[in-house]
């Protein structure tokens, strides 16, 4: 998987900055360049649009409470996008920014914002730009087929874990050419049944999360290669950081992509369970 986002150093063209620090009881914030709709800051995510009216390239940063700088694009159609606050309460900076030239950006809009989550998973259960799904989507009838009959939500995970496992290809072609600022339709890769490892991830975390289980998508890298999996949570076991399948003595990995193309090889299956191997960067 290629990096698809800048991590750091978003070079900024302060053309424009106007910064706000807002107060629980304001909901929609913004100026006539950006909106954003701060009413589920307890449900972990905030809705950002711009209305500048530019045909230009958009950018949405959210600096979390720990300064770790998310980067998004951003329609400029004046369509709202969802962003999750996934590292929990505190305060977050909302950054709007318009492209000028390069890798140059002004700023439309600024809003510092505190965030207390109603719980630690909030962010984690709900749809977002990365994981991007409805009520009506495919992969949520078909994790609630796939759930039918299972009591804990560990069957439930584990039908859902291995129905993508056993009948998703990688595709290697694909991996390939992705460029930057792909996002996964995850009903497209549900009915095509192949994608790349981000694709597996945005897939099993909208599924999971149709069943109220919580789902991190983690981005990063297993040794030098960009990549994203999984981490779940039930009440029986707590945060699977990185694991979620039980044989009767250990944990499995919780990486959906090696796991599918291992094809039973040893050596992939240890790589998948050392836990050096893999350093997380981002959660959505």
Known sequence: MKKMFISAGLLVCLLLTLSTTVAVAD???????AKVDVANLASGYVKVAYTGGQDKKIRVRI?????VQYDYDLNNKGNYEVFPLSAGNGKYTIGVYV??????????YTADVDVKLSNEFAPFLVANQYVNYSGSSAVVAKAAELAKGRTSDLEK?????????????????KAKTVQGGYLPVV????????GICFDYSAVLAAMLRSQNIPCKLVIGYAETVYHAWINIYTKETG??????SFDGRTWKRSDPTYDST???????KEYINTDSNYQPKYQY
């Open 187 to 194: 009903d497209t890769i549900l009915e095509k049944k192949t």
């Open 27 to 33: 909901t929609m914030l913004g100026n006539d360049k």
């Open 63 to 67: 600096t979390s409470p720990a300064k």
């Open 262 to 268: 291992a094809g039973g090889s040893k050596k992939v």
């Open 239 to 244: 945060w699977l950081e990185n694991y979620i």
């Open 99 to 108: 492209n000028v030239a390069d890798t140059k950006y002004s700023v439309a």
């Open 157 to 173: 995970i584990n039908a859902i874990y291995d129905y993508v496992v056993n009948t998703f290809t990688y595709d290697t072609a």
